[in-house]
């Protein structure tokens, strides 16, 4: 089992620990174990992988003596709302948790964010721990304390930062994992590897085959990879105010796209089109050469991810949420562009023609 520290601040005891490894929920409840000033531990989980996996989950901690309990949602991103949020809030206090108790998110990003959310204001603060399920939750969203719900006008317009306890990344659990799910994951893959280490580029274009067999040793040494990224880019940066931005490759408009579809298209899809769009920004502003935005453009099609943008978006609606998006400086809006893949940066400076002219030039 690999193991990562994430040291947050020398001064205060805010580190933590990623686990990586195959079958090690015995070793997740040894170590939840030591923590003998927490009373108990709640798991949280969206109705699907609480089906195909709670039970497992929750037997497995219960043999190590762990008084835990078991609390679902219903799945998807359309449950990553207030509703949801005080739903969950009612369960915990009808269970009678208190500041003893700890918070298990088991689940996607989705499950991540709403669980995370919910330990940093109930009570003033739970502790929690991340066991995420899917690829992508795996390689960034259980990472690095970010936390929040959608409403209406925009996603994760309310949140925190609040750092887990600890986060196990059990590769199994990518066994059982939807196809779709495992594009959504390589399409945060494929960021680290534009903004970061060209070297995940690499391995993704020659071993495509074994990354889409899902082989393990292949997942373990990208996943590794992609969390030490994140790991020193949070260390720098816990709370985006300068280089943890860059981390926002392809998100800025993958998060409108995601909204504007009403989230017929999911983060992984929005983001491969997201990804597109900012490279050829790049391009046509000047910064990115042709043939490293064909590259990018190229890999992402190799995977399966959408590089297009449906006709039915209207580009008005989606500059709208981009207006919306909490991102924003006063009237302008920071996007993460590259000079070259590796090398990435931020510019609020981008005409609207522009942004308007590039969105009608990826229609479909």
């Known amino acids: 089992m690999n193991r990562i520290n994430v040291q947050l601040d020398a001064t205060r005891p805010t580190g933590y620990r990623i686990y990586i490894g195959s079958d090690i929920l015995d070793r997740v409840g040894l170590i939840l174990h030591k923590g003998d000033w927490i009373n108990r531990y709640i798991l949280i989980s969206d109705s699907k992988v609480y089906r195909l996996h709670g039970s497992r989950v929750l037997t497995t901690l219960r043999k190590m003596n762990l008084p835990v309990e078991g609390l679902e949602f219903p799945e998807g991103e359309k449950s990553k709302t207030m509703k949801t949020l005080l739903s969950l809030v009612e369960q915990l206090t009808d269970l009678g948790a208190d500041r003893h108790t700890a918070l298990i998110a088991l689940g996607g990003g989705v499950t991540g964010d709403l669980t995370g959310f919910l330990a940093s204001i109930y009570m003033r603060g739970l502790p929690y721990f991340q066991i995420p399920t899917t690829l992508m939750a795996q390689v960034d969203s259980s990472i ?69 067999n899902r082989d393990p040793k292949v997942l373990e040494k990208l996943i590794g990879r992609c969390c030490r990224i994140k790991k020193r880019i949070v260390e720098m940066d816990e709370k985006e105010s300068g280089l943890r931005r860059i981390l926002n490759f392809g998100h800025t408009l993958g998060h409108a796209l995601e909204a504007e579809s009403g989230y017929t298209l999911s983060h992984g899809q929005a983001v491969g089109i997201g990804m597109v769009f900012a490279s050829t920004l790049s391009h046509k502003l000047g910064h990115l050469s042709a043939k490293e935005q064909g590259r990018i453009e190229a890999l992402i099609r190799s995977y399966g991810l959408p590089w297009r943008i449906p006709k039915g978006l209207k580009t008005e609606a989606l500059l709208s949420r981009l207006t919306k998006d909490k991102k924003k400086e006063g009237a302008k809006l920071p996007f993460v562009l590259i000079k070259k893949i590796g090398l990435p940066f931020v510019s609020a400076d981008i005409p609207e023609g522009t942004l308007r002219e590039t969105i009608e030039d990826l229609k479909t």
């Open 144 to 212: 690095g304390g970010k936390t929040g719900i959608d409403l209406p006008q925009g996603k994760n317009l309310l949140g925190t930062f609040y750092q887990p306890q600890a986060v196990f990344i059990d590769l199994d659990f990518l066994k059982t994992l939807e196809e779709k799910e495992v594009l959504n994951g390589l399409a945060e893959v494929i960021k680290y590897g534009i903004i970061e280490e060209p070297q995940i580029l690499t391995v993704l274009e020659q071993e495509g085959e074994a990354v889409k």
